[in-house]
Antibody, heavy 117, light 112 residues
Framework: EVQLVESGGGLVQPGRSLTLSCTASGFSFGDYAISWFRQAPGKGLEWIGFIISGGTTENAASVKGRFTISREDSNGIAYLQMNSLKTEDTGVYYC???????????WGQGTTVTVSS | DIVMTQSPVSLPVTPGEPASISCRSSQSLLHSNGHTYLDWYLQKPGKSPQLLIYLGSNRASGVPDRFSGSGSGTDFSLQISRVEAGDVGVYYCMQALQTPRTFGQGTKLEIK
């Protein structure tokens, strides 16, 4: 079964760091880009950034300089390292298999990040 | 950034009746390759988003043919020919032409 599973969410204080993982199974991970999205409580979807096969990344302006996306193709894992967290970073974080222009066709179940003192 | 605007915000529909959601972009989503980079996603209550339509009008694998996407340039729509109870949730359009990828604010479909 083609699947993505996020992990690593939790409660963290403002200014601290957290790293999320996105573990893939059922497909050749290294052949695909991975995108990260988030959803603040009761709000819509926001694109955070992506990492393509080969490692090139791009981030949204709202997280640039604070969030870093990386990947470990040998283990089928993508990471979202989040530094200098703010309360407005609170939400559910999703990773997806990015088959642009054929869409984000596989999504993880999401992991919840709460930034609060 | 490309701004995506959806309407309506809320869409109550009687089962068996059709439904239509509109999505407009602040600039054309036509790529130089001739394709339109517009996706539609459905987020069912408590679930992750799922891909419905890519490149404006192509149904994703497993999506019933009750769902169809149309439009060009800056004006797009998602049609459901006969709404079923399992179609409830929030529908989002997303432009994939350029970064940042941007979404419409969502349309919440509910059953009357």
């Amino acid at each position: 079964e083609v699947q993505l599973v996020e992990s690593g969410g939790g409660l963290v204080q403002p200014g601290r760091s957290l790293t999320l993982s996105c573990t893939a199974s059922g497909f050749s991970f290294g052949d695909y880009a991975i995108s990260w999205f988030r959803q603040a409580p009761g709000k819509g979807l926001e694109w955070i950034g992506f990492i393509i096969s080969g490692g090139t990344t791009e981030n949204a302006a709202s997280v640039k300089g604070r969030f870093t996306i990386s990947r470990e193709d040998s283990n089928g894992i993508a990471y979202l390292q989040m530094n200098s967290l703010k309360t407005e970073d609170t939400g559910v974080y999703y990773c997806s298999r990015d088959r642009r222009p054929f869409g984000m066709d596989v999504w993880g179940q999401g992991t919840t990040v709460t930034v609060s003192s | 950034d490309i701004v995506m605007t959806q309407s309506p915000v809320s869409l109550p529909v009687t089962p068996g009746e059709p439904a239509s959601i509109s999505c407009r972009s602040s600039q054309s989503l036509l790529h130089s390759n001739g394709h339109t980079y517009l996706d539609w996603y459905l987020q069912k209550p408590g679930k992750s988003p799922q891909l419905l339509i890519y490149l404006g009008s192509n149904r994703a694998s497993g999506v019933p043919d009750r769902f169809s996407g149309s439009g060009s340039g800056t004006d797009f729509s998602l049609q459901i020919s006969r709404v079923e109870a399992g179609d409830v949730g929030v529908y989002y359009c997303m432009q994939a032409l350029q970064t940042p990828r941007t979404f419409g604010q969502g349309t919440k479909l509910e059953i009357k």
